[in-house]
């Protein structure tokens, strides 16, 4: 073939590929442009792949090809999964929805801003298809043919991989940042984030955790705040937490309480990272946060209740041995002529190991130990002013909760409504399903709100009741303790003692402690026996000051 032979059937080819070019590319002729841009971090949304200068390349091309611009849906969604878990992607579907008889086209910057998940990647392509939106990508051209399905699918399994590489990537820098001693997440309440030039990023404690925060800890360590529902009232009223009651407190103190963070450690259980010394400075000293969860063990103790306890052995469970301090056993042991029933130790390295106590001596030795347990007259008193204070302070909290469980409902209620509607516009099966799906885990929500509904319920009853077994037990703990079942003994044991008593199968019990509530209150009546009126008393801990020289409990 000539070479002018070629060069025409060159131009032949191009003018083909020119006209069957224009031939594909895509009409939006009475569409409207809506805008949707995300960011997976703040740095991302300062730098120049922020949200602002995705959404004006956007508008800019809507500009440019002759579409007009309607709305814009900006989203800081991190990483892939389900785009219905995108809030801005959700306004975005629920728009359209709500436009039946408009046309739309969607435009966006680049391919990973419309999903870094193959799987979710075609379903949104799906989703878009059925409510004919057409889509433009900035930095690539869809093409519906085999071949161009297929290079997109390759370009969004890409986006995925390279999620979940920086993904690894993030955790590993941050898993080595924890070993090091510092905290690569965000601040902890009490402290602040600063930039250091040794350390980078490192927590110095701030003002509330310095003057509130510290001092409230060491009060609990030590006992002059007994309870963590007091503790968050005191936090509350020095400014620690605002504009919340105390209750939607409790689980976030318990996570303070716990948390080695606060003496100076680092610890990140769920990559492996046991506790170690930490670079920052800790607010508490470490004897305090280990004074701390000894109390809240001991709180712990108290609610745990055997599941294999018998009327026949109502001690066993709630007894140690004296020499290894590990929990007694008991079974029944067959003679020859009769079953006998012991109590025992089953370690195998204690020196009592086997060694048999019979349970009529345990638990005479038991009895004797309640005999002698009696209430100080001037405490009963005391115990019935508190628990009308406690009890007081408890209703008000539950009528508060009882209201704000209203509240909610008539919110979901409202909700619920929302989405029917919008389930019964919507010409999409799949976003129809994800509608009725929201609606379906609301109705869940409302039926656990209402089943724990407050309505209906005297409060008195079980006050008096609690009470009454209260300073009953106190007053006389051998007679309540033997008119309680097996699982109420179990119960009411813990309210008598600090923890398990220990007993030897040779001496006996090594300690007959005295019983823990009627010896708080007693040292409660010595110490501030001139000050208690005779018209009430005030609620424990209510003038706890910030000087440990001016506490008053």
């Known amino acids: 073939m000539s070479k002018q032979s070629t060069n025409n059937l060159k131009a032949v080819n191009v003018t083909k590929g020119k006209r069957l070019e224009k031939s594909v590319a895509p009409s939006y002729e009475g569409r409207e442009g809506l805008v949707y841009a995300r960011v997976s971090s703040k740095r991302q949304e300062m730098e120049g792949s922020g949200?602002?200068?995705?959404?004006?390349?956007?508008?800019?091309?809507?500009?440019?090809?002759?579409?007009p611009y309607k709305k814009s849906f900006l989203d800081s969604y991190t990483g892939g999964g389900d785009f219905m878990e995108r809030p801005a992607m959700q306004d975005l579907l629920a728009y359209i929805d709500a436009n039946p008889h408009k046309r739309f086209l969607v435009v966006f910057d680049d391919l990973k801003r419309f999903a870094r998940d193959v799987q979710f990647h075609l379903k949104l392509r799906q989703v878009f298809r059925?409510?004919?939106?057409?889509l433009r990508c900035l930095n690539y051209r869809f093409d519906e043919t085999d071949e161009g399905q297929f290079i997109e699918t390759i370009l969004a399994a890409g986006a995925?991989?390279?999620?979940?590489?920086?993904?690894r990537q993030v955790i590993q820098k941050?898993?080595?940042?924890?070993?090091?001693?510092?905290?690569?997440?965000?601040?902890?309440?009490?402290?602040?984030?600063?930039?250091?030039?040794l350390h980078g990023k490192i927590a110095i404690p701030n003002k509330e955790g310095l003057e509130i925060l510290r001092p409230a800890l060491e009060a609990f360590a030590s006992g002059n705040i007994v309870r963590k529902m007091d503790l968050c009232d005191h936090l509350i009223e020095k400014g620690f937490w605002r504009k919340q009651k105390v209750g939607r407190y409790v689980s976030k103190l318990t996570e303070i309480l716990k948390d080695p963070f606060y003496c100076g450690d680092i610890e990140y259980l769920s990559w492996e990272v046991n506790r170690r010394s930490g670079q920052h400075k800790g607010i508490i000293a470490r004897e305090t946060f280990d004074l701390i969860q000894k109390r809240i063990r001991r709180e712990d103790s108290g609610v745990r209740v055997r599941l294999d306890i018998s009327p026949d052995f109502p001690l066993r469970g709630l007894l140690s041995c004296s020499s290894c301090k590990k929990h007694l056993t008991a079974a029944w042991s067959k003679g020859r002529k009769a079953k006998y029933a012991y109590y025992f130790c089953q370690d195998r390295s204690c020196p009592l190991y086997r060694k048999s106590a019979k349970k009529v001596d345990v638990e005479k030795g038991f009895d004797d130990i309640l005999q002698r347990s009696r209430l100080h007259p001037q405490v009963e008193k005391v115990i019935s002013a508190v628990f009308d204070q406690v009890w007081k302070q408890e209703i008000g909290n539950l009528e508060h909760h009882q209201s704000t469980a209203e509240q909610k409902i008539k919110t979901l209620k409202e909700?619920?409504?929302?989405l029917t509607g919008l389930a019964a516009k919507t010409k999409n099966e799949q976003v129809r399903?994800?509608?009725?799906?929201?609606?379906?885990?609301?109705?869940?929500?409302?039926?656990e709100i209402k089943e724990s509904s407050l309505q209906g319920i005297d409060f008195t009853i079980p006050y008096r009741t609690a009470l009454?077994?209260?300073?009953?037990?106190?007053?006389?703990?051998?007679?309540?303790?033997?008119?309680?079942?097996?699982?109420?003994?179990?119960?009411?044991f813990y309210f008598i003692f600090d923890q398990k008593l220990e007993y030897s199968a040779v001496s006996g019990y090594r300690t007959a402690e005295i019983p823990r509530a009627a010896r708080v209150f007693e040292e409660f009546v010595e110490s501030n026996s001139d000050d208690v009126e005779t018209g009430g008393i005030e609620p424990p801990c209510r003038?706890?000051?910030a000087e440990p020289s001016t506490s008053v409990c």
């Open 51 to 67: 949200l602002q200068s995705q959404e004006t390349r956007c508008m800019n091309d809507l500009q440019a090809i002759g579409v």
């Open 130 to 134: 059925g409510l004919d939106v057409e």
């Open 160 to 167: 995925e991989l390279e999620r979940k590489q920086n993904r």
């Open 174 to 197: 941050m898993k080595a940042r924890l070993e090091a001693g510092y905290w690569p997440f965000g601040s902890k309440k009490g402290y602040t984030l600063e930039k250091d030039r």
């Open 415 to 418: 909700n619920v409504r929302e």
């Open 433 to 447: 399903g994800a509608y009725e799906d929201q609606i379906e885990e609301i109705a869940g929500e409302l039926k």
């Open 468 to 492: 009454n077994k209260a300073v009953g037990l106190l007053r006389n703990p051998r007679v309540t303790w033997k008119k309680s079942g097996v699982e109420e003994k179990h119960q009411l």
């Open 543 to 545: 003038n706890f000051s």
